[in-house]
Structure formats: C-alpha cells, structure tokens
Nanobody
C-alpha cells in the first residue's frame, strides 16, 4: 500500500531554515505529481508547493522565493527546503500524492490528491 512518511519538522526562530523530507513507498513514485500542504492552528489546509513527474514546480504566492520543492526519484523521496521562515509558516506540513487524473490548474486543491502522509510540525517563533 501507499505509505508517506514526513520528517524534518521542528522549532526554529524567524529567519531560520528547515528541510522537510517525505519518504514514499508502495507506488511508482517517479510517475506521480507530489505536493506539500500545510494546516495552521484554526485554519484550513492550504497548498504550499508541488512538483510534477517532469520536475515542473509550482508554489503558493506566500512561499515563492523562500521555499524550494524537489524530488529524488531514485530514492522515492520528496523534499521541501524552507528558508527565511516566518511565524506565519507555523503549521503541520503534509506530503501528498496527486491523482493521476488531476490537471495542471487543479494541483493547488487538496481534492486533487489521493494519499496523504501523517504530517510533521513546524513551529516558527519571532
């Protein structure tokens, strides 16, 4: 079965950096679009970044220029490098596998993803 394990969350001061990892198994990782979402206290789950099977990337406006999504297909691992962190970035971060049927314009929507990891907590203090 599909398994996604997120790692790398923690506590950091504003302006600091963290690197999140998501180890994937149980499916042909290299052929699927992968995404990162986050959910802060009392907030809806929101899109952060995604990377397609062809390595095309997309980002939420709130993280552009600060976060970088990448993938290592040989290791079936997804990454999110987070720099210049802000208190507003505090959230549980989830990795997810996109539905094969999802079109490009839909990849910012949680409903376009069919499998989700357990999440890892990122806390940014001012």
């Amino acid at each position: 079965e599909v398994q996604l394990q997120a790692y790398g969350g923690g506590s950091v001061q504003a302006g600091g950096s963290l690197r999140l990892s998501c180890a994937a198994s149980g499916f042909n990782f290299k052929t699927y679009t992968m995404g990162w979402f986050r959910q802060g206290p009392g907030q809806e789950r929101e899109f952060v970044a995604r990377i397609k099977y062809d390595h095309n990337t997309g980002y939420a406006d709130s993280v552009k220029g600060r976060f970088t999504v990448s993938r290592d297909n040989a290791q079936s691992t997804l990454y999110l490098q987070m720099n210049s962190l802000k208190p507003e970035d505090t959230a549980i971060y989830y990795c997810a596998v996109a539905r094969r049927s999802a079109i490009l314009s839909s990849l910012r929507l949680p409903t376009s993803y069919e499998n989700w990891g357990q999440g890892t907590l990122v806390t940014v203090s001012s």
